[in-house]
């Protein structure tokens, strides 16, 4: 069975930072794109931050870029996505995601093959 386990969630203070890993267990790690999605109250899901395979190809949403950094290491089987200067707007649940192909997080979600649970960012003003 295939799962993708986020944590780092938290409440913060508006300016703050967290950082949100990602852990999948039944699949390896390499063989997939990482995408981040977040779902904010009475919002669609949007995609935030892709990266390829590789680490080579990395995709930010404009609404995060400078602020937000993804990474991963597949010998770790690990992704991460640090996420700086929070804003209260950015509150959501925020997921991680496998895509079976090529990083596509912030064209939709057609090419997730695998869900996390999310984790709840909250961010006070």
């Known amino acids: 069975q295939v799962q993708l386990v986020e944590s780092g969630g938290g409440l913060v203070h508006v300016g703050e930072s967290l950082r949100l890993s990602c852990t999948p267990s039944?699949?390896?790690?390499?063989?997939?794109?990482i995408g981040w999605f977040r779902q904010a109250p009475g919002k669609e899901r949007e995609g935030v931050s892709c990266?390829?395979?590789?680490?080579?190809?990395?995709y930010y949403a404009d609404f995060v870029k400078g602020r937000f950094s993804i990474s991963r290491d597949n010998a770790d089987n690990t992704a991460w996505l640090q996420m700086n200067n929070l804003e209260p707007e950015e509150t959501a649940v925020y997921y991680c995601?496998?895509?079976?192909?090529?990083?596509?997080?912030?064209?939709?979600?057609?090419?997730?093959?695998?869900w996390g649970e999310g984790t709840l960012v909250s961010v006070s003003s």
């Open positions: 039944g699949i390896a790690l390499g063989y997939y794109a």
């Open positions: 995601a496998a895509e079976r192909y090529e990083p596509a997080c912030l064209s939709g979600d057609s090419g997730v093959d695998y």
């Open positions: 990266i390829s395979r590789d680490g080579g190809t990395i």
